[in-house]
Structures are given as C-alpha cells and as structure tokens.
C-alpha cells in the first residue's frame, strides 16, 4: 500500500461504530473482529483473536484515560486495519487506568513494525488531549468522528522517530534540589536515573544510582582490592549524614548522552546498543523533551 499520511486514512467511515452496549472486554474486540472481518473477507478471524486476547491478558492497552488500542501484528496481512467502537457504559479492560469508552482495534503486518509503532504513537498522542474521548463519544455519526480526527492532523513520518518513542520521564531533579531529596525518588519510584533540570526547565544533567554509589565511595577506594578494613559501610554514612547539605548540582553527571526527537529511532537502538545505556535523553532542539528508556524500547519493537 501507499504510504499512510495520517492515521485515520486506516479507519473508512464503515469501520466506526458511535455507540454500542456491550460492556465485557471479549465480546467488544470479538464486535471489533467482526467488523474488520465484514468489509476485510480475507481476515482469519481466529488467529487475530488469539493473537490481540493473547496481548491483553499479559499488558492491557488503555494508553489514555477512557481510551483502548488492542492491538497485535499478524503475518502476511496485506495492510493495516483499523476500527473503532464507542461504549459510553465503558469496558473493563482490567487496566489501573480504568474502563475505556472508546475503543480502537488495529491489526498490522508483522513485517511493518515501523508503521505499527507510528500509528500507536499518534493515537496516544491525539488522545493526550483529556477531552478528546469526550468529544469522539459526543459525536453520533462516523462522519462526524472522522472530521474531529482531521482537526487533529499531522501527517506520519516515513520513519519512526526518537519524538514518535519518548515519554515523559517518572520523576525529574532540579540542580538545586538536595542529594535526600534524589535518594527518596530513586527509593519511591522505579527510576535507576534521574534528569535533572534548572527552574526554567532546561537540561543541566543526570544523576543515576551508579553515580550516587561513586559519589559515595572515595576514589582511592576504587584502585584497593581487598576493601573488609572499611567499616559498616563508613563512605555511604558520611553521604547520608551531609544528604540535606548538598546539591543535585554537586553529584549530577554533566556529560550524558542525548539525541533529538526527530533522528530517526533506529539510531536509539545503535545507541543502546554501543553505550549500554538503560535510558536516552531526548531533546527539542536542545531543550529537555523527555526519555526513551531501554526496557519500553525493547517492548514496543519486540512485543507491544
């Protein structure tokens, strides 16, 4: 097929259905599989419900409050599908995020993980905007949903970008901020590196549990082999007792790696790769733009 400017190119008026009653998350995507099946006849319905049930039960897909993109990649298809349901007595999709109203089931060719990758990116970032489930549910037509997708265009890249992959990060530092205050975020949250920012939100650097551990240890104590004469951890007592005194800006690691958000994604896999990095930073033309971190990079080119 040709090359898909805008994601809702996949969606034709005949695969929208404005308001339906049911209420239980199979009979929905079995409602979705058939209407794929309807006006795609050459669909195996079976296959492609065992493979998006099979993606459910191990990562539910609400991406946005309100919202669902069951998804799977099916070999040989001869291009994407896309069809839309709306349930304003919700669906439980057993996400932490809630029930989802809408509801948008995409199947794509396994051997385009390029465009799968874009076409997720641009839903989630179309339904970033919070009111946007409202406004598809308000709707009563598939016309009516198709021109709303329109004022929301932006045409898709012929390549997935760093942009089309990032995320906001979980937590972030200020350089001003004090070495407690990052020792509770990495203890608090999942983050094994922190961005660190000025108030302008500006990018000054990144402070990861490696560097709090060098931070901690004397270098003298690197070169010794034989390290049983220091006592109950005596480095990292010190650390702790001065941790209200001093500043992000002291421990914080100024040279990072970080590429912008329009390099085309590829280069974070190389990235990764060489550098063993576990998290990339993003910018906007030199501006913090936010993260693509390792583990969420493998899951959407390997099993989102």
Avoid at 269 to 283: D, E, N, P, S, W
């Amino acid at each position: 097929m040709g090359q898909v400017r805008h994601f809702y190119e996949l969606l034709p008026l005949n695969n929208i259905v404005c308001g339906s009653g049911t209420s239980e998350r199979d009979s929905l995507l079995n409602e979705l599989l058939s209407l794929l099946k309807r006006h795609h006849p050459d669909l195996d319905m079976a296959a492609a419900a065992r493979e998006v049930t099979a993606r459910e039960e191990l990562f539910p897909t609400v991406v946005a409050p309100g919202l669902a993109v069951p998804h799977a990649r099916i070999p040989g298809m001869a291009k994407p599908l896309l069809g839309m349901i709306c349930t304003p007595g919700g669906v439980d999709f057993k996400s932490e995020m809630g029930p989802a109203r809408v509801t948008l089931l995409l199947l794509t060719p396994t051997e385009d993980p390029n465009l799968h990758l874009q076409i997720i990116s641009e839903l989630a970032r179309v339904f970033s905007d919070t009111t946007m489930v409202d406004r598809v549910l308000a709707c009563t037509t598939p016309a009516e949903v198709l021109a709303l997708f329109g004022n929301h265009k932006r045409e898709v890249n012929s390549f997935l970008t760093a942009g089309d992959l990032m995320a906001p990060p979980a937590a972030v530092l200020y350089e001003t901020g004090t070495l407690a205050e990052a020792i509770r975020l990495f203890a608090t949250t999942k983050c094994g590196e922190l961005v660190v920012l000025d108030h302008e939100g500006d990018l000054r650097g990144v402070l990861a549990l490696t560097d709090l551990l060098q931070y901690s240890l004397p270098e003298h104590l690197l070169w010794m082999d034989d390290l049983s004469p220091i006592d109950r951890f005596q480095p990292f007592v010190e650390v702790l007792r001065s941790a209200d005194d001093t500043r992000v800006a002291d421990v914080m690691r100024e040279d990072f790696i970080s590429v912008e958000k329009s390099v085309p994604a590829i280069q974070i896999a190389k990235l990764f790769t060489m550098h063993r990095l576990r998290q990339l930073v993003i910018t906007d033309h030199g501006r913090f733009a936010g993260v693509v971190e390792l583990k969420a990079f493998c899951a959407q080119l390997f099993w989102a």
